[in-house]
């Protein structure tokens, strides 16, 4: 598969309905790797009636629904979704496919530090820090956008494939519509990229916001507010509030909007910055690692489960469609136990997390950033894919 900047170094005029089909290929997958890194910071927190974790949450139940769109529209252009075998490795600098490539991506607790992550990643362009707006690097949004267009510059073979959808009812599904999932159909009547174009701009204006100097998504998504906008009220400590003075929302006049209603910093278990080994060394050298080993691969597997039911909801039978969601969002109630009753109960032992520096020399200064090894510190949850990889032998 092609990465993201392999795509967007394709010249505007060659990117034909195979580009579209392979870049929204891309797209799933860069969707798909956001979930681990939120889901990590969000499964951190104690309690989940905090304002942090329901604003956590929406956003995760949101990037599930914009994988489910580029699922869609790859899907009703005659392209199969892969996503069984979807398995970002954490650490990172970047996203999959080389996107956002200043971006460094940890498995880890919640904190200013991964907010400021989750900020960058859903940053609109009229607030990206200026050191970032010349850089020609491919992002998101800027894939999202030469998606757009190639949809808008191949309107006749992209209405072709839309019918030979509509008429072979294949070879892969669409999902959605009473489960907040966009669908697209060809209808024969009128402009029939113009759906498709509209369910680019949702993704986008959810995540970065409607690119109206405010920070919303706009009418049609009911000017909720953006991905952004949540993680900065978490990151100021206070909701977002309109100045009374007519003030233009910049980088350096972003604070000013946020000084509403106060969002007190949560109780975070001190989870351990997941290592590119998944704890592997960490657990021959603990007692109790045998034990930790099988509840972490008991999360995993439950991960790969949803991974897999996601993937049979678009190419598995169409019979089973509903019935295998409601699999997947039970496995996604079971992740929450797993990971807050039996990986995080108890803190490791302290000559462990002294050990920590010699287990991991060059990981170390990386987990000491995200990780305070001052307080008790507790494993965290893997998010390993067990199609692709082996968690026993990691």
């Given at each position: 598969m092609k990465t993201v900047k392999e795509h967007m170094a394709v010249k505007p005029e060659q990117r034909d309905l195979t580009w579209i089909k392979s870049a929204l290929q891309a797209a799933i997958e860069l969707e798909q790797s956001t979930l681990p890194l939120y889901l990590s910071s969000m499964l951190s927190l104690d309690v989940q009636n905090y304002t942090s974790y329901n604003l956590i949450r929406s956003v995760v139940m949101e990037e599930m629904a914009h994988m489910a769109i580029a699922c869609n529209l790859l899907t009703v252009i005659g392209g199969i979704p892969k996503i069984k075998d979807l398995d970002p490795p954490f650490p990172c600098k970047g996203l999959p496919g080389g996107a956002e490539p200043d971006v460094t991506a940890v498995l880890a607790c919640f904190s200013k530090r991964q907010l400021k992550t989750f900020m960058r990643i859903?940053?609109?362009?009229?607030?990206?820090?200026?050191?970032?707006?010349?850089?020609?690097?491919?992002?998101?949004?800027?894939?999202?956008?030469?998606?757009r267009q190639a949809f808008l510059d191949n309107k006749k073979e992209v209405t072709a494939a839309m019918s030979s959808y509509e008429k072979a009812k294949g070879p892969a599904y669409q999902v959605g519509d009473d489960i907040g999932f966009t669908r697209f159909k060809y209808t024969g009547k009128g402009d029939q990229v113009k759906q498709l174009v509209a369910g680019i701009d949702e993704i986008l204006e959810q995540g970065e916001g409607s690119g109206l100097e405010d920070l919303f998504a706009g009418a049609g998504s009911q000017d909720e507010s953006s991905h952004f906008m949540r993680f900065a009220e978490m990151w100021y400590g206070a909701g977002y509030a309109k100045p009374t003075k007519k003030i233009k929302l910049t980088p350096a006049t972003l604070p000013e909007f946020f000084k509403g209603v106060p969002i007190p910093f949560p109780e975070v278990k001190n989870t351990l910055m997941v290592p590119s080994?998944?704890?592997?060394?960490?657990?021959?050298?603990?007692?109790?690692?045998?034990?930790?080993?099988?509840?972490?691969?008991?999360?995993?597997?439950?991960?790969?489960?949803?991974?897999?039911?996601?993937?049979?909801?678009?190419?598995?039978?169409?019979?089973?469609?509903?019935?295998?969601?409601?699999?997947?969002?039970q496995k996604m109630s079971a992740m929450r136990v797993l990971a807050n009753v039996y990986i995080m109960k108890e803190p490791m032992e302290e000559s462990l997390v002294k050990q920590l520096p010699k287990l991991y020399p060059d990981e170390y200064k990386q987990m000491a950033a995200y990780t305070d090894m001052k307080r008790p510190v507790y494993y965290g949850p893997r998010f390993i894919n067990m199609n692709v990889r082996n968690a026993n032998t990691l």
């Amino acid at each position: 598969m092609k990465t993201v900047k392999e795509h967007m170094a394709v010249k505007p005029e060659q990117r034909d309905l195979t580009w579209i089909k392979s870049a929204l290929q891309a797209a799933i997958e860069l969707e798909q790797s956001t979930l681990p890194l939120y889901l990590s910071s969000m499964l951190s927190l104690d309690v989940q009636n905090y304002t942090s974790y329901n604003l956590i949450r929406s956003v995760v139940m949101e990037e599930m629904a914009h994988m489910a769109i580029a699922c869609n529209l790859l899907t009703v252009i005659g392209g199969i979704p892969k996503i069984k075998d979807l398995d970002p490795p954490f650490p990172c600098k970047g996203l999959p496919g080389g996107a956002e490539p200043d971006v460094t991506a940890v498995l880890a607790c919640f904190s200013k530090r991964q907010l400021k992550t989750f900020m960058r990643i859903e940053t609109p362009a009229s607030l990206l820090d200026p050191k970032y707006t010349k850089e020609t690097y491919p992002t998101i949004g800027k894939l999202y956008g030469a998606i757009r267009q190639a949809f808008l510059d191949n309107k006749k073979e992209v209405t072709a494939a839309m019918s030979s959808y509509e008429k072979a009812k294949g070879p892969a599904y669409q999902v959605g519509d009473d489960i907040g999932f966009t669908r697209f159909k060809y209808t024969g009547k009128g402009d029939q990229v113009k759906q498709l174009v509209a369910g680019i701009d949702e993704i986008l204006e959810q995540g970065e916001g409607s690119g109206l100097e405010d920070l919303f998504a706009g009418a049609g998504s009911q000017d909720e507010s953006s991905h952004f906008m949540r993680f900065a009220e978490m990151w100021y400590g206070a909701g977002y509030a309109k100045p009374t003075k007519k003030i233009k929302l910049t980088p350096a006049t972003l604070p000013e909007f946020f000084k509403g209603v106060p969002i007190p910093f949560p109780e975070v278990k001190n989870t351990l910055m997941v290592p590119s080994d998944g704890y592997a060394a960490l657990l021959k050298k603990d007692p109790k690692g045998e034990k930790m080993l099988t509840k972490l691969v008991e999360f995993d597997n439950t991960y790969t489960g949803i991974m897999n039911d996601l993937d049979a909801m678009w190419n598995g039978l169409r019979t089973n469609q509903w019935p295998t969601f409601g699999d997947a969002v039970q496995k996604m109630s079971a992740m929450r136990v797993l990971a807050n009753v039996y990986i995080m109960k108890e803190p490791m032992e302290e000559s462990l997390v002294k050990q920590l520096p010699k287990l991991y020399p060059d990981e170390y200064k990386q987990m000491a950033a995200y990780t305070d090894m001052k307080r008790p510190v507790y494993y965290g949850p893997r998010f390993i894919n067990m199609n692709v990889r082996n968690a026993n032998t990691l």
